[in-house]
């Protein structure tokens, strides 16, 4: 088998030779962990802020080690109750390797009459259950409400905006070219689409939410979220879910210049991190089965072919070269 390993730390925006993939023996599992053959890997915004060396909520990826984060696959040897020989299974170690070893409690079944092995790396997994409890439970949105996603044709912000027009409310999403807007438009039914590389995303938002916004999805920091401090309603919600904007950034970034309208507006600006609300995960799978048996939510991935070619889908996931999921696909069958 072969892993992928951080050679260097990426400076600003990642590079090919941040990376370096090399062969490996397939390890035997020990007492209590599973081998998994992996059929997908996902990659991740937050993969980036673990190749700096800084202190966050995940540990910092270490250099000349295996990267890791999401993958789906089938279970080839297992040393736990928990699991047997041909499970399928989703968890968020086992990434960027053709073969893993892990604790079992690493892992969750992945049951595929509910959905495709990769949607559980999408809307039925991390990111989906993101978007639900972010939304739902942070953003509490009800029927007439204006919500505004951004990165909204992503894994999480396709999601948000689809559980959002199932709540009955009026959806606005920013995406960053033409071809995503009108993805946004025709398949995902959003009520308004805005290119915030042609319209400066202040601008176009105001026109796109003339009575105001009640609930932001915040994806991106930066201009967008000053953007919508400025158009929330009083007692809007702001549900801080990340700032791909500043992830490349190579020294700390202002904040949004008008935060002191959130006192008159009586705003609640909340962050979350998904793993703390692992409790929801029942309602989640629960919900989000029905809804993709209905066809209420789409599953929407761009797949890239070849574990060689992670580190390039990494780095286009940062420029936006994803609609949907961005996976990597290890194996056919
Ligand atoms: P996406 O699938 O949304 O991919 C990232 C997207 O970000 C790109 O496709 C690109 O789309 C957009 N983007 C890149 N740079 C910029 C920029 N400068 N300004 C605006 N948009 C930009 O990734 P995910 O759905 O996995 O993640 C979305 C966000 O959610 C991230 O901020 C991530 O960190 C966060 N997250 C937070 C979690 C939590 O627990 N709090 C859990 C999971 C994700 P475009 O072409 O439109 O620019």
């Not at 690493?106 to 049951?111: F, L, P």
């Not at 938002?205 to 929330?232: Q, R, S, T, W």
């Not at 190579?250 to 998904?274: C, E, S, W, Y």
Request: with cysteine; glycine share 12%.
């Amino acid at each position: 088998g072969r892993e992928i390993r951080l050679k260097s730390r990426p400076h600003g925006e990642p590079t090919p030779d941040n990376f370096e993939t090399v062969t490996v023996s397939v390890p035997e599992p020990a007492e209590g962990q599973v081998l998994v053959r992996n059929h997908f890997m996902s990659v991740d915004p937050y993969m980036r802020g673990r190749m700096n060396d800084a202190k966050s909520y995940v540990p910092p990826f270490k250099l000349g080690e295996a990267l890791d984060g999401g993958s789906v696959g089938q279970v080839l040897r297992s040393r736990s109750p928990d699991f047997k020989e041909g499970d399928f299974v989703v968890g968020g170690t086992g990434g960027w390797r053709d073969y893993a070893v892990a604790p079992a409690k690493h892992y969750q079944k992945a049951d595929p009459s509910v959905g495709p092995l990769s949607a559980y790396l999408g809307v039925l997994g991390m990111p989906g259950m993101t978007a639900y409890v972010g939304l739902l439970d942070l953003g509490k949105p009800k029927a007439g409400d204006t919500v505004f996603v951004s990165a909204a044709a992503g894994a999480v912000g396709g999601v948000v905006g689809q559980i959002a027009r199932i709540q009955g409310c009026r959806v606005v999403g920013s995406v960053g070219s033409e071809a995503k807007v009108k993805h946004l438009r025709d398949d995902l039914k959003f009520d308004a689409a805005l290119d915030y590389k042609t319209t400066p995303i202040a601008e176009s938002l105001a026109k796109a939410c003339p009575e105001g916004i009640d609930v932001y999805f915040d994806n991106v920091g930066g201009d967008h979220l000053e953007a919508a401090i400025g158009l929330m309603k009083n007692h809007g919600r702001i549900v801080l879910c990340g700032a791909i904007s500043v992830y490349n950034a190579t020294a700390p970034t202002p904040g949004p210049r008008n935060l002191f309208l959130a006192v008159g507006k009586r705003l609640t600006l909340q962050g979350f991190i998904v793993g703390d609300h692992a409790a929801r995960r029942a309602d989640f799978l629960r919900d989000m089965g029905q809804w993709l048996r209905e066809g209420k939510v789409q599953d929407v991935a761009t797949v890239v072919d070849g574990l060689d070619k992670a580190p390039d889908a990494f780095i286009g996931l940062l420029r936006g070269d994803n609609t949907g999921k961005m996976l990597v696909r290890l194996a056919k069958d």
